[in-house]
């Protein structure tokens, strides 16, 4: 169960945002060195599969968001063994609070009928235990690239930015993240919200064949 952070947070779904001071950004233009640069990778899936965790992008699925094809991380059903249960972590550096900030972000998954895939995405105050932070959870919409938006409020100290894909395995397939990009929102305009779907954690009772790629 998802404990409450006792802090102000809002999370907002939007196509646009204000400019401020960059914080992080990251294109994922080689995964192989996000961990020298304080990016975190766990994954728990339960049991491991053959992939070690989020990996580069593979433009024979999809192409990049921007810049070249294979530009964008990936998490997929390979994270968990077969008909295992798919908890696949990855956390940003650490960033400064102390102006609030804002991040944006783009997903989206292929388009295998029969499949989809779900990520949890959400803030913590430096822990890499996702149970921690707030959280939305969004089906990762197939064909296109999304963008999503998190406002987090001013506040003392540095935090990080998690996303988790976690599922069964046999309902998963191949979900993407690029064009990652946190601001602090020091005398910047909050973002208009949209509409967001948000999913309930009921999936341990799917199982679908899986269709190899």
Known sequence: MIKTLLIALSFLSTMGFAQAGILLQEDFNDVSALPGQGWVFDNQS???????????????VFEAQSGPPNSYIVSDFNAAAEGGLIDNRLF?????????????FYLRSANTPGFGDIVIYGYTEGSTEPMDFIAEMVATPPNEWTL???TIGARAGNGRLGF?????QLTSDYVGLDTLLIQSVEDAEVPEPASLLIFGLGLAGLSLARRRR
Do not use: C, K, M
């Open 92 to 104: 940003t550096p650490l960033f400064s609070l102390e102006n609030g900030a804002v991040a944006t």
């Open 148 to 150: 999503y938006t998190i």
């Open 164 to 168: 988790v894909h976690r599922q069964p």
């Open 46 to 60: 339960i049991p491991p599969g053959p992939a070690p965790g989020w990996v580069q992008g593979n433009p024979d």
